[in-house]
């Protein structure tokens, strides 16, 4: 199951904000209205972000391959691939897509040459998020204690290019008859928790208990769960990890219970040019995301916001950081180096 495809000439993708009650396909066909979509987070995961970002750069060539010159049509290329590259600023995924789009548009002998390999590039993105996700789904699940686990956020086939991340180690596990229960977090302040990873479970048959953000602790304490596992937005080079807002509070509680608290993301996730999450950019969201629910006003009128759509969570409190290419353990600095620099397998 896919929440993007490419179909031909323009992005096909089932827009989040209308899930559970409605599955509202989009067909979208210029840049613009991509970006749009990543705004509004009718697409939204950093991987799955990174995936409509590079289908974003097939429409914008699209549109311009009549520009004229080969440099002509780069250098307008490049300027629509900037403004997708900044659609979103926390997740590394997207800026890593379209870095490796303009690559190819820049080797490409013409214009429609471009807009040939720029397509099949796409494609190989999706694929290989896909491929990444399978298997830190088996490695992930190898590593996950036998009970329950609990998750934050969505990191399925929603927030990706196909399976997920963190959720693709939940099924995973759960197919293998090690898991018993998933507790799964609302996600305040846009519910995906309740709205989408909820739904995802339910898809695929596995038990599962939606909790408040806040009931987290009471849980842990109640010894309910075994293992924390959870997306990453961005993770630097020392290990410290941006994801979903309450993922840091989380963390802590985890260390507090002595429960071992997971990090599963492709390498695409990964930032070695930053040292720590003291340099990633963490985006500040609308207030009306939190002073309203579903288009009505709750909160009372004058209070002032403060709706930071991620935290940083220090590397101290990861246990490990799963990715396709191998499972990092503390200290990061050296695994994740390691682990960067091997190819894949
Ligand atoms: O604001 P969102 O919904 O895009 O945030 C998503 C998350 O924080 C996910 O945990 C993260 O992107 C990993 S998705 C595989």
Redesign the pocket.
């Known amino acids: 199951m896919r929440c993007i495809d490419w179909a031909g000439d323009r992005v096909r993708l089932l827009d989040q904000t209308c899930l559970p009650s409605d599955e509202v396909w989009l067909e979208l066909s210029d840049h613009g209205s991509v970006i749009a979509a990543i705004k509004e987070?009718r697409i939204?995961?950093?991987?799955a972000?990174g995936v409509a970002g590079a289908y974003a750069v097939v429409l914008a060539a699209q549109q311009l391959r009549g520009a004229g010159s080969k440099a002509a049509f780069v250098a307008q290329l490049d300027t629509a691939a900037q403004e997708i590259a900044n659609a979103r600023p926390t997740?590394a995924n997207l800026a890593w897509a379209v870095r490796r789009m303009i690559d190819v548009a820049h080797k490409a002998a013409s214009p429609e040459a471009a807009l040939t390999a720029l397509t099949a590039e796409a494609r190989a993105i999706q694929r290989q998020d896909e491929e990444a996700n399978r298997r830190m789904g088996r490695l992930g699940a190898d590593l996950l204690p036998a009970g329950a686990v609990l998750t934050h956020?969505?990191?399925g086939f929603l927030?990706?290019g196909g399976y997920?991340?963190?959720l693709g180690v939940i099924l995973t596990a759960w197919c293998d008859g090690k898991l018993k229960h998933v507790y799964a977090t609302e996600t305040r302040p846009?519910l995906?928790g309740a709205r989408l990873t909820a739904w995802e479970l339910a898809r695929a048959g596995a038990e599962a208990t939606l909790l408040p953000d806040s009931a987290a602790g009471e849980l842990m304490r109640r010894g309910k769960v075994q293992s924390a596992i959870?997306?990453?937005?961005r993770i630097a080079a020392n290990g410290d990890t941006a994801?979903?807002i309450g993922t840091y509070v989380l963390a802590v509680l985890a260390k507090e219970h002595r429960i071992p608290f997971y990090i599963a993301?492709p390498t695409s996730t990964v930032d070695m040019t930053i040292s720590s999450g003291r340099e990633i950019n963490v985006e500040e969201r609308a207030p009306e995301e939190v002073t309203h629910l579903a288009g009505q006003r709750v909160a009372a009128q004058g209070v002032s916001v403060f709706n930071t759509?991620?935290d940083v969570t220090p590397a101290k409190y990861i246990a490990a950081i799963v990715t396709e290419r191998g499972v990092a353990a503390p200290p990061y600095e050296a695994s994740l180096k390691t682990l960067m620099e091997s190819r894949d397998g």
């Open positions: 987070m939204r995961g950093a991987p972000i997740g956020c969505n990191t927030a990706t997920g991340t963190a846009l995906q959870v997306g990453a937005d994801n979903k993301a759509a991620f």
